[in-house]
Structures are given as structure tokens and as C-alpha cells.
């Protein structure tokens, strides 16, 4: 369970967000809403515990580290995409045999070239070597930061899948996005307005 | 130690920084006796002081590129995310760094060291001072190096906040060389080395938490 309380960003001399409330259950999604540099990103941070300046409570009830994948999504562009994707499980001790990682890939459609550097992918290949990551990993709590941008339309449909799989399985999923996505049109919004 | 290989894979199919810092060095003790003199006698004194000085520069040119692609893909995010010990991963990016820049000079050492006419001994010397004192210029340098990331022109801020720093262990390290390994210098230098080791990743992590932050 996620929830916060009376959040509030103070940032470059105005409030980013105040006083936000928002309980996300098990099992249930929540989008975040707003336009550019409302603060969407910011808020993201804060419940990754990756920005502490803000006033208000943020609550994760036994959940364990969330997983946070936001515009940068660590993917090197040196390393190929299986070691990427060992790095970024071993820095949640994840220890997985490589069929698991071919697997996970395949699943988000990357199937050849998957001993060549990540440097001759293209973005949107990249991207979804790092949401390769979501199939592998045991976090209950995910935090997507516009994970759809950049994908192709069979990208967001494995993705929307693969979520809706986590939340059916319990999980808890908090994203925001600018396409519409219609599998989650009736999930629970989100609206960040800048204050002036 | 995955995360240890993770580095030197990626130094090892990008080596064109590790490359650039070691041509630096090699250029200028190549053109030194050319712009001073070709007098032996006159070099052989410099050397010491000279290779220190040339590895400490190259070690600064170095370290503001060995963080700029994790902060710019969002890696150092995850590994401030991770279970993993933040100082853990900041002592294995220093031991990158020691490896891509100051490892290259270590091993050159007895070459760069002929060119400038000096004796085999003093070369023993300079090798052991530098095995010693290097690793500590690595650490500040990765500390300096967080500090910067994601500000702009890091790389020239880098130097000016670091360098102070660096100044103690060269007049450890080069007087350490020149006196033919008189104890005093070389117990200041192995603990100038161990205090570094065991406060520097503690201090670059706490900064690498700001860092994200930003």
C-alpha cells in the first residue's frame, strides 16, 4: 500500500504541488496527471525516496523497495542488453539464470542482437530492455514514469499486459502518462496543478 | 564484484578516455626534454616530480567522464535506489578510475622514467610512491567528480575544488621518491592511503544521494 499525505513541493521559489493526498491499495493503479513541468517527475522522486525536500508524509506500508524507472532508465549503452539487465537486477541482489533474462526480453519482443552493445539499439529498444527489468523483479510497488513514451503501439501493449499482470497479482502501479492508455482508463488520477 | 566488471567492461569497449588521459602523459614527458633540455644530467633530477605531477593532472582529466554517463542514463539514480552499499559502489568506481588512468602510468612508469634519463633506482622508488599514492588521488577525484555531475561545466569546476586536496599526497609521494623511501614520508603516504579508503566512499556517497537529487 502507497499513500500520501498532505505532500507538498516547494521548488525555485514556488509550490511545485501542495497538500496532495492519494491512497493506492494493493491491486490498484493510480495515474498521475499534469501537464509539463507540473511535477510529475519531482513527485516520482519523492516517493522513490530519491527527493526528500518536501513537507507532507509519504507511507509505504510493507511493500518493500518500490521500483522506480523514470525518463532516464539506466540503460549503458556499452554493455549488451543481458548485462545490463544483470546490473540492474544485482542492484536489487536478484540473482537470475540467463534464460530468465532472454525470456524477459523476448517477452518485450528483443529477441536477436542481444550480445551487441546497447549503443546500436534505438530508443525505443533500449527502453524496453529496461522494462525487460519488470518482469524479473520481486518489487511490489512500481513507479513508472512515463514508461509509454518512446514504444511502439505492440510495445505498449506488452507493457499495459505485463502490468495488468502485476496488479492482478497484487501489486500496486503508479504512473503517469501523456498517451491515453485504455486499459487503464478507469484507473484512479492523479491531477497536479502548478500553483502560481 | 559484478559490479567491478561491469566498469571495466565498459572501460575496456570505450577506452578512448583512458587512452586520452595516458597520450596526455606520454606527450608531455615526451616533449619536456625537447622544450628544456636534452642534458641528462639536468633531467634525471625532474623526474620524479615531473611523473607525479603528469598523474595527478591526467587522474583530474579523467574523472568528471567516468560518472557523466551513469548520471546521464540514470544508472547512479538506480545504484542510489539499490540494496546495494552506496559506498560499496563509490570505492569500486574509484577503483575504475585507478585502473583506467592511473594503472596505465604505473605500468609506463620505467619507460616514461628512461626518456627522462633517470636511474633505475629512482624509478623503483617512483613506481612504489605512486602504487601508494595513487589510490588516494583516485578517491578525491571521484568525490570531486560527484560533486559536479550534472552541473554545468563540470569540468572545469572539478579541477579548482580538487586539486587542493591533491597537494598533500604529491609532496608526500614525490618527496617519499626523491629521499629514497625515508620512512617518515612513507608512513604519512600508507596512512594518507588507508584514512582515504576508509572515509572517501562514505563522504562520495552521501554526496551521490545529493547528486540524484538535483
Known sequence: MLQIESLSCFRQDRFLFKDLNAKVL??????????NGSGKTTLFKILAGLFDE?????????AGRPLYLGHRYAVNDQLTPIENLNFLLKLNDIQQAEGLLTAALARFQLCSGLDQPCAALSEGQKKRVALARLMLTSARIWLLDEAFSALDAPGRAVLSEVCQAHLASGGTLIFSSHQGIPEFASAAQLHLKAEL | M???LREL???LRSPAG?????????LVIALFPLAITPDPDQLAPLGIGLIWVVTLLACLLAADKSLASDYADGSLEQMVLSDYPLWWMCLVKSMAHWVSCALPLLLMAPILGAMLAMPLDRIVWLMASLVLGSPILSLFCMLGAMLTVGLNQSSALLPILIAPFLVPT????TQWATTGGEAFYGYMLAALLCLSVVTLPFATAVVAKIAVSR
Open chain 2, 170 to 173: 604529491l609532496i608526500l609521494g
Open chain 2, 2 to 4: 559484478t559490479l567491478l
Open chain 2, 18 to 26: 583512458a587512452i586520452q588521459s595516458l597520450m596526455f602523459a606520454v
Open chain 1, 26 to 35: 494493493p491491486g490498484q493503479a493510480l495515474q498521475i496527471v499534469g501537464e
Open chain 2, 9 to 11: 567492461k565498459i572501460l
Open chain 1, 54 to 62: 518536501y513537507e507532507g508524509r509519504v507511507i509505504l506500508a510493507d
